[in-house]
């Protein structure tokens, strides 16, 4: 395989707004040294992450991690496989409302539904658990970041009829160009990840042409979805320009001002960093 190659610097400042560093495809993975993994990442243009948690521990970390790092802040949920498989379901939602009220936790999520891993019994677990991430968003005021694989309509019905908190990400958008509609019209953030440089993702590049400017954010969901062309290796950070590069490409607008867009709209999100 082919070494990884390395983008060019962004024309300004974007933020990574779903990212996993604690995890990794190798089992005897090491933490990484997250002083050096932001200084790699700003090399390129990438000056805030957002690190999302995706179980109690995940999310402990998270929040330990964003408490010691400044550019670094964190999210904190179940997320919907975890919640699934969750022998004490009840308790470990209890512990992610605790971890939501740090200052340094910025969101709920990821959160959803994800049909393509939960058999159809499991499912009611997942719908438990998405509600009550909405209750807690909404009780500490913070966004709720959508995990939603396989499973629009569903998403999509619990947030109309539920109620959907102020602020919703849908975390590695999946959705066509109709869905993308949908979410503009009610308002919810959209995050496009490295999938939108695949050959075969043209259903995605015509939903980014629906995206409102302000409702266009951009994640890596690393290590997870690499973007050409680098796939086959893990993804970081260091990747995001790739797929800058491609929503430019896609939407006909300026690399500095799509950096512009990204940055404003994740501290709307996010912020204020």
């Not at 390129?44 to 948690?53: C, S």
């Given at each position: 395989m082919s070494a990884v190659k390395l983008a060019l610097p962004l024309a300004g400042p974007v933020v990574d707004t779903h990212c996993h560093m604690d995890v990794s495809f190798d089992d005897d993975y090491i933490l990484p040294d997250v002083d050096e993994a932001m200084a790699v990442a700003k090399s390129?243009?990438?000056?805030?992450?957002?690190?999302?948690?995706c179980d109690v521990a995940s999310s402990k970390w998270a929040a330990k991690t964003a408490l010691e790092h400044p550019d670094v802040w964190a999210t904190v949920a179940l997320h919907p496989n975890a919640a699934a498989h969750d022998p004490d379901l009840e308790t470990s939602l209890a512990a992610i409302a605790e971890l939501a009220k740090l200052p340094q936790v910025r969101g709920l999520g990821e959160t959803g539904l994800d049909y393509y891993r939960t058999e159809e019994s499991q499912a009611a677990a997942q719908h438990v658990s998405f509600r009550a991430h909405i209750d807690i968003a909404r009780e500490v005021g913070k966004p709720v970041i959508i995990h939603d694989r396989d499973a629009h309509k569903d998403v999509i019905e619990t947030l109309e009829t539920y109620g959907a908190p102020e602020t919703v990400v849908f975390h590695c958008f999946s959705g066509?160009?109709?869905?993308?509609?949908?979410?503009?019209?009610?308002?919810w953030y959209m995050s496009i990840p490295?999938?939108?440089?695949?050959?075969n993702a043209q259903q995605l590049r015509d939903a980014v042409l629906e995206i409102p400017d302000h409702l266009l954010l951009v994640e890596t969901d690393s290590p997870f979805l690499t973007p050409a062309p680098n796939r086959g290796f893990a993804n970081a950070s260091t990747n995001i320009p790739w797929t800058v590069r491609a929503i430019c490409e896609v939407r006909g607008q300026s690399e500095q001002e799509i950096c512009e867009l990204l940055f404003s709209n994740a501290a709307r999100v996010f912020g204020p960093f």
């Open positions: 390129v243009n990438v000056t805030k992450v957002i690190q999302v948690g066509d160009a109709e869905m993308a509609k949908i979410c503009a019209q009610a308002g490295g999938v939108v440089t695949f050959k």
